[in-house]
C-alpha cells in the first residue's frame, strides 16, 4: 500500500515537472527571442547615428553646397536622428520583456527543483520500501517513510509554490 501512495504522488509531480519545465523552454525562448530584438535595434540605432554622423561630415566638407541641397540632408540628419532616438525607446521596452521573461524562468526554476528533489526522494522510499519487504528490517521503513515524507513536503511545495528550497540538495542534484 505504502508503495502505491508513494508511486502515485511521484507520477502526479512528474506530470506537474514537466509541465513546469515546459513552461521554462517557453520563458527561455521568449528572453532569448528578446534579446535578439534587442540586438536588432541596437544595429539599427549604430546605422541611424552613423548615417546621421557620416551625413554631418558631408556638409562639413562641402561648405558651398546649395540651400536646397543642404536642406535636404540636412533632413535626412534629423531622420537619421528621429530613428535613432526611437530605436534607443523600443529598446529599454524590449529589455524590460527580456527581464521579465528571464525573471519569470528563475521563478518557475525553484517549482522545477522542488519537483525534482520530491520525485529523487520518493524513487528512494519507494526502493527502500522494496528493500523492506525483502529484509523485513523496521529502520529501513522508517527511512522510507522519511523520505517519502520529504518527497511529498517538496511536491507540495511545487503544486502551491511555496518557496521552500534546499539549495545543497538542488546543486548536488543539478
Not at 521568449?30 to 546605422?47: E, G
Not at 562639413?60 to 534629423?78: C, D, S
Amino acid at each position: 500500500m505504502f508503495v502505491a501512495v508513494v508511486a502515485t504522488v511521484m507520477a502526479l509531480c512528474n506530470v506537474k515537472d514537466g509541465n513546469v519545465v515546459q513552461a521554462m523552454q517557453q520563458a527561455q525562448a521568449r528572453a532569448v527571442d528578446q534579446w535578439a530584438f534587442y540586438q536588432s535595434k541596437s544595429t539599427k540605432q549604430h546605422i541611424a547615428e552613423n548615417a546621421a554622423e557620416m551625413l554631418k561630415a558631408q556638409l562639413e566638407m562641402t561648405p558651398g553646397l546649395k540651400p536646397e541641397a543642404r536642406a535636404r540632408v540636412e533632413a535626412r540628419i534629423a531622420t537619421q536622428d528621429t530613428a535613432a532616438k526611437r530605436y534607443e525607446q523600443e529598446k529599454e521596452q524590449i529589455k524590460a520583456e527580456a527581464e521579465k521573461a528571464g525573471r519569470e524562468y528563475d521563478a518557475m526554476n525553484i517549482h522545477d527543483d522542488q519537483f525534482d528533489l520530491a520525485e529523487a526522494c520518493l524513487s528512494v522510499a519507494v526502493a527502500l520500501a522494496g528493500v523492506t519487504a525483502l529484509t523485513r528490517k523496521r529502520w529501513l521503513f522508517g527511512m522510507a517513510c522519511g523520505l517519502a515524507g520529504v518527497g511529498v513536503l517538496f511536491g507540495l511545495a511545487g503544486f502551491l509554490q511555496w518557496h521552500l528550497h534546499w539549495d545543497l540538495m538542488a546543486r548536488f542534484l543539478g
